[in-house]
Each structure stands twice: as structure tokens, then as C-alpha cells.
């Protein structure tokens, strides 16, 4: 167990799901894990927001046609726009366009861009590189159809969370070299995981009872099977020098916090412009559980102009 700080609102989601007699995900088949997933989403989560337009659509991907969701809070857009790419997290097993409905809806009303959101292949039955792959392929599809998109898009912003956010750093570093027709502006990673083989400090401090788990996370992994030595999972094998503006958020009481956290330091020393955000006394997960957990929709608010304040930065 840690000492570290764990807030009282928490304190109290962790209790419940201590003395929870559901099985764990790590524990069940992975159809059955998403559908607790799912439900987990629905009972923790924020509801979702009115916004003038959600759409579902879909793009060719490298194994058939990729899902995707695009949400605006306006209609129409005259002007030209930067346009949010949402990766969903899951540990790339779990996961997909229900799970993180609520959260793009917020995004795109509180930041007044266009969120598209991509329902990437899962493993077991697409182990990796599938998920990678289909992102990038709905990113490069993204900046080549504006006109079927009926926006007019000036910059790309890949982001997510968890997996989500491990993708998010790959399309950063891959685009760099192998840019698309509309630039890579920025990328809004939250408690990422950066690399496969991380070791110690927070893997170890919470690897129990603290949402994400140890067991959680060899499950995902053996179901992902993913290749250490491959930037398209291990995106600090990059040249970070050519990364783009960044706005990092870790979770204090995530195994994943110090990666996160490395990741960040790494990115500072190539001279990348970057917001690091850390917080306190909160878990993994904590964009999902805002209904449950009053102060992680604190923690989303700031996020969000952490967002807002580099995005700003650039337009100067």
C-alpha cells in the first residue's frame, strides 16, 4: 500500500470497488470485460452534453472501414478550425466510441472545436500493430476529407487517454516524420503510457487497489502483444526533438504516474514547448468517473485550459 494522498471523494469510489463482488476485467473473457467496462462508464461517468452536431461515419482503414464519431458545438463552421483526434483508452483491449462518449461531447462544447473520435480495432482479435495502424490511417483520412467532413481544418490534435494516450504519442512521433496534408499542431496525451517495460516507483507503489492495476495491466498487455523495440507502441524511441506542443496530465495515484512523468521531462529537455499537469490524490481513469467523483470534473476543467492556454500560445 502507499502513503500517498488520496482524495475523500476518491477514497469512497475505491471503497466501493473494494467491496465490489464483481469479478475483475483481468479475470473474465474479453467481450465480457468490455461490457463491465461499459457499465462501469455508464454508473461513474458525467452524462453526456447537448451539442449541435454528433455524427457517426466511417473511413477505410488497412483490415476495412474504421468507425468514427464527429462532434461539434456548432453546426457550421465557417472558419478554419484545429480538430481534436480522440484515441479511447481500454489498455487497447477495451474500449470504444460508448466508453468516451461523454467525455468527446464535453471536449468538443468546452473547447469549441471539433472532436472525432476513433473506434480502433481491439485486441485479442487485432493485437498490435492493428490499433496504431488504424489510427494513424482515420488521422491521414482526416486531413485529406475536409470537404465530406464539411470543415475547413488548419491543424491536427491527436489525443487520448491511457492507450488512448499512448496513441496519441505515436501519431505525434510518426506524423512528424511522415507528415499529413494539415500539420500536427499539439498533443493532449493524458496519463499516457509511454513505454511497455516500465519498471518500479508507481508501477510498484499502485499496483493494487487503485482502479489500474498490475493484473490489469499484464492482462491487457498479453492480450495486445505488443513489440518494445517499435515506436508505434514506445513512442520515447522517437526523435522527441520533433514532437509537438504538448499538454501532458498525469494521476497521482496511477502505476502509470511516473512514465507519465518521464515522458514529460524528456519532452522539456528536447526544447519542446509543453504543459505538464499532475493531479493529486487521483486515479487512473479519472476522465470517466465525473459523476462519481466531484473533483475529477475539476480535474478535466483544468485540463481543459491547460488546453485553451497552449493553444492560445500558438495562435500568437
Known amino acids: 500500500m502507499t502513503d500517498a494522498y488520496i482524495r475523500p471523494d476518491v477514497q469512497m469510489i475505491l471503497t466501493m470497488m473494494e467491496q465490489s463482488d464483481q469479478p475483475l476485467m483481468s479475470e473474465v473473457e474479453p467481450a465480457a470485460a468490455r461490457e463491465m467496462y461499459n457499465m462501469m462508464a455508464a454508473m461513474l461517468e458525467a452524462d453526456a452534453v447537448d451539442l449541435a452536431r454528433i455524427e457517426d461515419m466511417s473511413c477505410p482503414g488497412p483490415a476495412g472501414d474504421i468507425a468514427l464519431r464527429l462532434y461539434d458545438n456548432q453546426a457550421e463552421r465557417s472558419q478554419e478550425t484545429p480538430v481534436i483526434i480522440f484515441y479511447h483508452g481500454g489498455g487497447f483491449v477495451i474500449g470504444d466510441l460508448e466508453s468516451h462518449h461523454s467525455f468527446c461531447t464535453y471536449i468538443a462544447r468546452e473547447m469549441d472545436l471539433p472532436v472525432i473520435a476513433v473506434d480502433y480495432r481491439l485486441a485479442p482479435e487485432a493485437p498490435f500493430p492493428a490499433a496504431p495502424q ?62 511497455m517495460d516500465a519498471e518500479g516507483g508507481s508501477m510498484d507503489e499502485f499496483a493494487e487497489g487503485f482502479l489500474l492495476t498490475k493484473e490489469s495491466m ?23 526533438a520533433k514532437s509537438p506542443p504538448t499538454v501532458l496530465v498525469t494521476a497521482g495515484l496511477d502505476p502509470l504516474r511516473d512514465q507519465g512523468r518521464d515522458y514529460a521531462a524528456d519532452l522539456v529537455r528536447h526544447g519542446v514547448n509543453m504543459i505538464y499537469l499532475e493531479m493529486p490524490g487521483n486515479v487512473h481513469g479519472f476522465i470517466n468517473i465525473r459523476k462519481a467523483v466531484p473533483s475529477a470534473a475539476q480535474d478535466v476543467d483544468r485540463m481543459m485550459g491547460a488546453w485553451k492556454a497552449l493553444l492560445a500560445s500558438l495562435a500568437n
Open 218 to 240: 499484464e492482462y491487457f498487455d498479453g492480450h495486445y502483444a505488443p513489440k518494445d523495440d517499435d515506436i508505434l507502441v514506445s513512442p520515447y524511441l522517437g526523435d522527441l
Open 134 to 195: 488504424d489510427c494513424l490511417a482515420a488521422t491521414r483520412w482526416v486531413a485529406d476529407n475536409q470537404q465530406q467532413l464539411k470543415l475547413n481544418i488548419s491543424g491536427l490534435i491527436p489525443c487520448g487517454d491511457s492507450a488512448g494516450g499512448n496513441l496519441a504519442l505515436v501519431a505525434g512521433q510518426v506524423l512528424a516524420d511522415e507528415p499529413t496534408s494539415v500539420p500536427v499542431i499539439a498533443q493532449f496525451p493524458i496519463y499516457p503510457a509511454t513505454r
